[in-house]
């Protein structure tokens, strides 16, 4: 009976999945759904590494109202992107927009798989460069086996 | 390249790695958003004015020199540190500084605003934050330049001090000055 009042406690007091708690209404599941997904993938600009959802920071409070009445408004995810894109730059968007500064960051996994490609090649012909493995190679190899059995 | 050339390959891009990132993490501004809105023209706004409560400012009343305009809040120790900056420049520099009362009580900022001195011209208002976040602002204090025009042309994160105002705020201000001239 313990064990199910613990079980009971715990799932009571588990940590909200978003921690915002500001219920802003929306007139249909559709906006909701667009609302969430925006908090989500918008970064808190005060925070290091927390979205706008998952913030208690004042200004992520301020941008989520913001997002909200810009939904409300009839806005489109990338008019609410744009918004935040103009006020705080490339910071506040998980998935960065592709321009110069970001350049590198979107062409380096590219990059780094042509490199790897190419040391992959270079290793293989490598291997298949050495001698092959002859009769006598294996008579060889034998006989130091047998000579290191004590 | 040989197959024993080739195993150092990993730690090669490990020590690159390492260096890369830990000149990264030493940056000092690593926290500092670097300014989407510099060389943006000054928001529009209609604010109520601090003082008067009832007074609407907008940006065309901030407009016409090159001013610094400094978001503050009574919420925040790090506006009460570089406070004595503001006002001494308010005092020695011929140049205006204007207020951004941000996330505020009215109330209680007239009351620090009587305490600490006042360095502004007006301050403004903004009890929701919606000009901070045309401003980008995402904390306090913060302290932009602008130009004649009303155009932002600096803007610095965190506390003023003698060393920053010197060193990253006066050269700039002085070169806008200067082609006022």
Redesign the interface.
Known sequence: MKFVWVIFVFLASREPLLASIDAYPFPNKELTGRYEELISELRC??C?NTNLAGSDA??AQ??R??VHRMLIEGKTNEEVLDFM???????VLYDPRFDLKTLILWLSPFLLFIVSGF?WL??VR??KETLPWEEEDQKKFNEILESRVD | ???QK?LF?PLAAFLSMTIFLGFGFQLENA?V?????IDKPLPNFQLRDLQSGQMLRSASDLIGEVALINVWGTWCPNCVIEHPELLKISREQNVKIFGINY?DNDDEAKTWLRKYKDPYVFSVSDD???L????????APETFVIDKNGVIRKRHVGPLNAKVWEEELKPIVDHLKGLEE
């Open positions: 600009p005060q290091l004042m200004i301020d941008l109202r913001e894109y103009y006020r705080y730059g490339d910071f040391i270079k290793t490598t291997e | 390249m040989s197959f080739s390959i926290k958003l670097p300014s989407a809105l996330r929701q934050g919606t901070a976040i045309d401003l980008g602002v995402y904390g």
